[in-house]
């Protein structure tokens, strides 16, 4: 097979169904993974076959270690090879930093099942194949609430800083893969708008674009073409991590 082969673990939405897309225009196949919302993977996946890509949509929870083993498993049973991991999947529970008695213990340990513990054993799964790839990478998508300390939950924000701080970890034991970091600020879509509603979204939203020096905010495609370059450009780059927020961490 000449085409390369990455797995897109959350790619039924957002960021993870427009990374699918870019892929496939750019001639990659995939495996695309969900937990929940299996018909929106699969109209993805129907895009992307339409521009020549073959696509493997698997219902598959990235806390569970069983699922990411599947994942791995299955796409090399396919295609032979893996060329790149994306991990993209990712949940939050939104509570005011405030309100202390808005988490409990099993909401953080909810949230780094998916978000810290489920990329490293996709990780874990993936490496060997991974390895022995020409151009080895892996992108993991972390937020700028990891960087900063906000967000939508104090519990989300601690996830994403942890998923940080593993990629640098990850990045210098499993060098030839380049393993990077994207922390993206507000993306603009549908999840965001459901956890907060009509108001509080387009109210947040129109802060941020006044805080940021590029007055904007990202939209799924942008950082999907971000992750591609991670995935596929940047080959003197390894263990980093890059903020996608218009400068809005840096203030006015």
Known sequence: ???????????????????????????????????????????????????????????????????????????????????????????????????LEGLSSDDFIDLYSTNTVGPYQMIKYAKD????????????IASIAGVMGIGSSVAYAASKGALINMTKSLARALGPIRINAICPGFIQGDWLRGGLGDEAYELTKKSIEDMAPLS?????????????????????????????????????
Do not use: Y
Request: net charge negative; hydrophobic share 35%; charged share 25%.
């Open 1 to 99: 097979m000449d085409k390369k082969v990455t797995i897109i673990t959350g790619g039924s939405r957002g960021v993870g169904a427009d990374l699918a897309k870019l892929c496939a225009e750019k001639g990659w196949n995939m495996t695309i993974t969900c937990s929940n919302s299996i018909d929106d993977a699969k109209n993805v996946a129907q895009e992307c076959e339409k521009l020549g890509s073959e696509v493997l949509v698997l219902q598959a929870d990235v806390s569970l270690d069983n699922d990411c083993e599947e994942t791995v498993s299955k796409t090399i049973e396919k295609w032979g090879r893996l060329d790149s991991l994306v991990n993209n999947a990712g949940k939050t529970k939104f509570n005011p930093h405030h309100n």
């Open 129 to 140: 194949h991974l390895m022995k790839a020409e151009s080895p990478s892996i992108v993991n």
């Open 216 to 252: 904007l905010t990202c939209t799924p495609r942008q950082v999907a073409e971000t992750t591609f370059h991670f995935m596929t450009e940047s080959v003197t780059v390894t263990g980093e991590t890059l903020i996608l927020d218009g400068g809005m961490h840096l203030g006015r």
